[in-house]
């Protein structure tokens, strides 16, 4: 009874949070766990802080014979598209949190990666992850494409502004600051205790991938918003702040205008909330959910959005989760946190 | 439907946690929530990483005068007794997170605290918390004082291996380590980031009010340990790792014969596990579970045991949740995780 | 032989600072130690990380008749005005690390502050202590008002943009991030542990008091800039990154010519290094150094540039200390480091 | 003038110390800085923190063939020994802050690493480089093997007391932590941030090569000590807390007692104090400090000694240049700090 779940890139962290994720579903199971590196080892050898530790990860091309309901990826850039073609073509829902299908056009895809996609076809095809924004595309499709992080954080932010004309999108600032599970798993230089603890860096300075993707997100109509995005590694293990600035389209609009635009937005949204004070990060560890702040500094005539989320649920795991409920019909909140994790 | 608990003590750090809990337990319900300086805010503004933030605490005596089918109090040392009376003349069954009832003999009381029992004829009285060991006498018990988070981890460590008379317990050394949610959440000069973040150190060292409770879960028979006990606060928030030394009775016995003993105690325990390496607190943080390793020491001829669990949870709100489960005839995993958090 | 320093409030962590920067250097011993609450406790039990630990604080008044050679303040604010004006009728010269006396005109410290000045005909009477950009007002002076922080941070990344004219100042986008030691050291709720560490949050959005003093420091002939500024807390004791946003005055120019006045700007500056990548607060902990980094978005007309200190040394204490050398007619790095501590 | 150094392994965490600490002696110059994988790298590269940045690594052997006054190693377990035997032919010094001279014998070489060693006459040939216990070996030596961090804690606590006979050394149990730059620093998986950050883990548990270190450091007279050793690793950059245990020999002896024997030990050593409560690790970061603490448990006959330093300092890099200011008849403070960082 359930539905069987494959669960493609089992050990990173973004992979253990689906497992601990499906693992407490009421209506999914764990049917699978695969692996490319880490395909042959018990779960406790890479996961040990997750029970029933004696699973096994398989290797993702014997993985991907199982028979199973669905399927969630979260692999490294480029391993997702030949993986998710062959299980669509088995029939096999896809839930991708990785970045291959999030582009909309060949171009973008190319302005954001540098190179071709080996699927062109396909972009534009993949429904956008984002339930509170596009749930309609999301209902009942074979494949969602899960945006990133950042992303998440910053269109939800932004977009029912965009959209309301109350802010204009040329240009957008949003500094963001992020905990170090968003740098991935592995052993970087980069990435060690000594490297990243008491300190803050900005990093994929004018360069991140996920600029292109913010701004496909802020398209409303024809118009194309152009993004200053500088992202920032904090020591921390979770969780993503992004501090947004956007020109306000008429100096009569208040933070009140603002906030009502975006209460309206996320009334109807269990994991979206406004809230009347600045959002620490904290308040949302382990829970599916996004606090927004809006505010309005008259001097410069600036919007500025302050929008919280944990980076490997609503970010990523959680988010890909929600999809998963809305494609197979069932209530959007299924086997997800509302409540956090704080201390 | 389900059964209605107070939480007594809700602004603290476990009693966030009770309210995390109990919100996720298939058959309990939040019916009252109580504080004392923060009688009368809204959970929003001492819990702001909790959903349904407008429910209010209430003071002590407003919210003991509901009615709620079971209390579950996280008071400071002292404040318990008076009402966990008034709640047990009212027929309300009690969990006790609190120190004030885990003593067993009014000698014992006053030796930890340094004065005498306000109820002193209710020390024995009270099951001692900690299932895996004293479940008989928890199964439905109508009063239950949980251990503290350091005795948790140090009795299961130990006491099964005492038990079987494989160790001797004069003297047991033990070497705790905790995060900083173990001293509390009032802004104390001592509990600053500025204080705890990139340093360690002992604390209540030969003075730890923790020592004697552990003392007595290690009587077996008529054996009365003595135990050297220094925790240690280091810059994390969760976790505890007890570090145990306990003299071995035989030269002859190995680490297997160790492992043997407390897998055996422990087989039927869904929490506690025995593993095959040093457990890092990381691995338990979310959970309720506590990990445990032993080993041996053949030139001094001492069993070393390592043993990890979160202190908010199996040493405090989940453990309180799991004693609640077996007063009321639930299984006792209800409500409780066996995944955790990492990272 | 040398000078004699009198460091008034010399418990905080500027404080602390201040005696071991003088400590250590060739010229300065510490004459007198001041405290307020402080006072009478002996520096091993406010500051045990420091030697001589049985050297005493002084109630301020006490301290203010011994006779010495300079005074550094390091007090809330308020609290240096009167006792500055006490010390310089004595001949005896300040350097204030506190706020009172760095607004240039009664206007920007209302707009700043909220309230009348006590000592309005003393505002421009100070010079304002960043020797880099204001050092012709310092070498001499027996007044120096040490700007903030941010303030350092920001002044140093985009003042000489501004003065050449190749960006403009409306409106400029500051988001910093601080180390929790910015809060100073007294134990509030915000500033526990449990508060800050795994998170990140904004704080004094739109109303800090430091950003009056970021516009102030950025005026250039008749230009007055509007700033957005956006102080972020991230779970660290020290350093401060700022991540400014400054339209371009024309397309034409690029990333090397705006390196290349900041080069020109600080090329004889010990203190001040422009580097190749972006710099992160690990680099200038311990030193007091300022590391800046400058980029141009094209897409959106956006001169960027990231600066990084210790916001304990050249964000104060060592500042205090730079601005002492040249009050005195010293080397300027007279006792301050050049390298730092990583890790 | 001055005395021109070789730092071999100047790209590690304590080769970093090493060149800090140097560069602000004032009787040593670094002459020449060596590394293996790190060869031909600017300083700026590896060393970001360090001024000077365009200083040049050279490859270990052509670093050996300058003209040095004094060559200080810090090279991994086995690469030191032939490089100090072509250096000690030279002529040149050496301070080797390795492991691979430091143990008196070929047995206690191949009880602590396992293997033979390559040059079995020179064990007992090196100075054993901790002032405060083997000073007389030190002054004049032109071969100084620097015990490890962990030794340095624990030999310091308790080598006096099992001096003065006033504890004996079976079973004496020592648990410490230790921050993460003990670890090194290249990038393996447990020591990435997401491994170290909110946990506490034992590792190397009754199998660290520290033990046989520490045993030996412990030989008085005749007896051999067995010490009961277990690392812990905590999540900060430094520092390590020693938490030491030992059977007090008489019962009539008091703390007091104790202390005045390590005060008699210590009272000329500037960088070792006993102090009346139990240090942080915190007080000592940065310093050439250890920090000690004695009390007594009357009720198992028990010496509790806790011991402070900062790994980096006390325990490699500091240490190393103190043997060496004895070596070369300078002051044993020379270039070297008593106050400490924090925060």
Redesign the interface.
């Known amino acids: 009874m359930g539905y069987g779940v494959g669960i493609f890139g089992a050990s990173g ?1 973004t992979g ?1 949070e689906l ?2 994720l499906v ?2 579903h009421p209506e999914f199971r764990v049917e699978v766990l695969a692996g490319s590196t880490s395909a042959g080892l018990a779960l406790r050898d890479v ?6 530790g004696d699973r096994r990860l398989l290797a993702m091309e014997q993985a991907a014979e199982h028979n199973i309901d669905l399927a969630i990826l979260a692999l490294p850039h480029g391993a997702s598209a030949p993986l998710a073609m062959n299980l669509l073509d088995r029939g096999i829902p896809v839930v991708d949190l990785g970045s291959d299908f999030r582009m909309d056009t060949p171009d973008r895809y190319l302005e954001a990666y540098g190179s071709e996609h080996a699927y062109p076809d396909q972009l534009g095809e993949w429904a956008f992850g984002l339930p509170e924004l596009f749930e309609e595309s999301i209902v009942g499709a074979d494949r969602v494409a899960v945006p990133g992080c950042y992303p998440t954080s910053a269109i939800l932010a932004l977009r029912p502004l965009l959209a309301a004309g109350l802010v204009t999108p ?2 957008i ?1 949003i ?1 963001s ?1 992020s ?3 968003g740098g991935g ?1 592995s ?3 980069n ?13 994929g ?2 360069t991140h991938r996920h600029r292109p993707e913010i701004e496909q997100g802020l398209v409303v109509g024809s118009q194309e918003p ?3 995005f ?1 992202p ?1 590694l ?6 993503i ?1 992004s ?1 947004c ?1 956007a020109p306000m389209a008429s100096s009569g609009t208040s933070a009140g205008d603002l906030r009502e635009v975006l209460e309206a937005s996320y009334g109807k949204s269990p994991f979206v909330e406004v ?1 009347d004070r ?10 599916n ?1 996004c606090l927004l ?1 809006v ?1 309005v ?1 008259p ?4 919007a ?1 959005v ?1 929008s919280a989320l944990d980076n490997l649920i609503k970010g990523a795991a959680g988010q890909g989760v929600q999809c998963a409920n809305l494609m197979l019909g069932l209530p959007e909140t299924a086997g997800l ?7």
Chains 1, 2, 3, 4 share one sequence.
């Not at 946190?337 to 201390?343: Q, Y």
Request: aromatic share 8%; hydrophobic share 35%; no cysteine.
């Open positions: 962290y253990g497992v601990r693992d407490g996961h040990p802080q997750l029970s029933g040329k240009p600032t500094d600051m905990g170090a599970s798993r052993a970087k230089p990435l060690t205790f000594g490297s990243i603890d008491e300190g803050v860096t900005a990093y300075v004018l152009t993004v200053v500088t920032h904090v020591p921390m293990q979770r969780g702040l501090t600035h809230i600045p959002p620490q990060t904290r308040w949302v560890i382990g829970s959910r702040w505010g500094d001097r410069t005539g600036t500025l302050l946190e509302l409540n956090g994790w704080m201390p």
